[in-house]
């Protein structure tokens, strides 16, 4: 068995002004980096075997701070970015709603967002294959992936038997810095119970 520990990056200037970022690439901002840091000193004393990394800027830095306690590099894995929201990244929460208001709230009742984005079964289907090699690479050992909101509720929506769609409806909040841990064992994704 592996133990996968999906954390979501720290925060960026349009996590906190809530702008979609997608797979734009905006960095950490100061708040951001402090959590990266603290979850870094938090996770010091975890024997980690391998950092794998989404390749955009607000994961990768927060993956070469929590991976340099252990003397890791991070390894970027191309299907751990986020999902591409199409049209919506880089506008605001308010200027979606002005501009796409029927997509908008098809979001806000957890279906789909943007017509010209990637959709959540496109988005588990990259996902939830790259987690599934990465354990089945570390087989019996700990690693570490920073990835998004989306890759993570991708997976926690694999684990659980459900849509995407549910995953964001029941929740849990996946609040930056946060982490998530699951197994990786016969093939397979399942929770750490």
Known sequence: MTTLLLVRHGETDWNRDERFQGQANPPLNETG??????????????????????????????AEIIAAPHDLEPVMVAQ??????????????????????????????????PDDGESY?????????ALLEIGE????????????????????AYVDGISYEEARERGPALDNASVVELA???ENLRRMD
Do not use: C, K
Request: hydrophobic share 45%; charged share 25%.
């Open 80 to 113: 751990l970015r986020e999902m591409y929201d199409g049209s919506w990244e880089g506008l605001t929460r308010a200027e979606v709603e002005a501009r796409f208001p029927d997509q908008y709230a098809r979001w806000l009742e957890h279906q789909r967002g």
């Open 184 to 186: 990786v064992e016969n």
């Open 33 to 62: 980096r402090a959590q990266a840091v603290g979850l870094s000193v938090a996770l010091a004393a975890t024997p980690l075997g391998a950092v794998y990394t989404s390749p955009l800027e607000r994961a990768f830095v927060t």
């Open 137 to 156: 690479a570390h087989t019996n050992g700990r690693v570490l992936a920073v990835t998004h909101a989306g890759p993570i509720r991708a997976a926690l």
């Open 121 to 129: 079964e496109e988005l588990g289907r990259r996902v939830v294959p």
